[in-house]
């Protein structure tokens, strides 16, 4: 009886053993080269010994795919040394940031900071004393009056330019474009000389909503404009061709094909302005005590916590600033792995 053995998948492209042990002994003797390098010249510090390593490993690693492989090789190795160079000096600010954000906002963080306002205590109290619950509080309503303004816009502005395509298309897509690089001051400023000054002249939540739907409406129709034209014509026609009209097919066929890639477009929004810190010190008042009235009186938030935490100066105040922004941070970074995972998801589907 003949027995048929399994074919094992090649691998062309991975390297052997011989091959890893290479690679390794390429990056042991860089880093040797590169201590003895920095010792007999007057280059010094954590920069001096980056630098020399990238180039003495590029170096390197360009002799051996030259003896071996040829000239193309070689000029492959610098090509990806120069490339992962470049990825790691854009990771490591990132990184850097993270960290620094995760151990000093740590030492802030504790039950009450959750539980309590500051209506009752000031920046430079013990850390155990007061919280930023009008702070978190404050950001949701905001944020979620934002969104309730921006939602409705951004998506009827993203199918009015992907399914309508009317004449006004191209001006409301370059308006969009350039509102996307609009300063947040500027649409503080806007609001504050708009509608503050001549008709409210206080200070309240509903303000820097409005500011922050400025904001907020580019991101999402920009957003959703992308997903939108990700969506097959081939279901735009076949709704057409069972009789619906372009707002039912639009309505029952193409936004529900895009519905994951829409709340991205939202998540993505709300990130945005999430911690915007101009237009909310301008508009909202900081107030230092839970506020559920957007309409009234002064409203706290996360971002207004830190910059006031921040510009009292003292130790304590300072400690609260950085708990505050890894508050934040959290919260930002929980919003954009979600709308990751749901771009993923559609993706996959």
């Known amino acids: 009886m003949t027995t048929i053995s399994a074919v094992v998948p090649q691998k062309p492209w991975a390297k052997s053993s011989q091959e890893k042990l290479i690679a390794a002994g390429i990056v042991v003797l860089s880093i040797i080269a590169t201590y003895a390098f920095v010792e007999v010249t007057p280059l010094k510090g954590k920069l001096a010994y980056f630098v020399s390593y990238f180039f003495i490993y590029v170096i390197l690693d360009s002799l051996y795919s030259l003896t071996t492989h040829g000239v193309s090789a070689a000029k492959d190795s610098i090509a990806k040394g120069f490339i992962t160079a470049g990825v790691f000096v854009a990771v490591m600010p990132m990184i850097s940031i993270l960290l620094t954000v995760f151990m000093r906002g740590r030492r802030g963080l504790n039950w009450n900071l959750f539980a309590n306002d500051m209506s009752v205590n000031s920046v430079n109290d013990p850390i155990g004393q007061g919280g930023l619950l009008h702070a978190l509080l404050g950001t949701a309503i905001l944020v979620a009056i934002a969104l309730i303004i921006s939602l409705p816009i951004g998506i009827l502005t993203a199918l009015y330019l992907t399914e309508v395509k009317g004449r006004f298309a191209s001006p ?169 995972f749901l771009g993923e998801r559609r993706t996959s589907k």
């Open 172 to 340: 409301i897509r370059f308006l969009v474009q350039a509102m996307s690089g609009v300063p947040s001051i500027v649409a503080g400023l806007f609001i504050l000389s708009a509608i503050v000054y001549p008709i409210t002249k206080s200070y309240s939540g509903i303000m820097g909503s409005l500011a922050l739907s400025i904001l907020m409406i580019p991101t999402i129709a920009r957003t959703s404009e992308e997903v939108l034209l990700l969506i097959p014509n081939d279901l735009r026609e076949a709704g057409v061709a069972l009789g619906g009209t372009q707002w039912r097919t639009v309505a029952m066929v193409v936004v529900p094909a895009a519905k994951s890639g829409l709340i991205t477009a939202v998540i993505l929004g709300i990130a945005r302005v999430a911690g915007e810190t101009a237009p909310i010190v301008l508009l909202t008042g900081g107030g230092e005590r839970v506020n559920a009235n957007p309409f009234s009186g002064p409203m706290g938030s996360l971002p207004f916590y830190i910059w006031k935490a921040f510009a009292v100066g003292t130790e304590e105040s300072i400690t609260r600033a950085w708990a505050g922004i890894f508050v934040l941070l959290a919260i930002v970074m929980v919003l954009f792995v979600a709308a990751r």
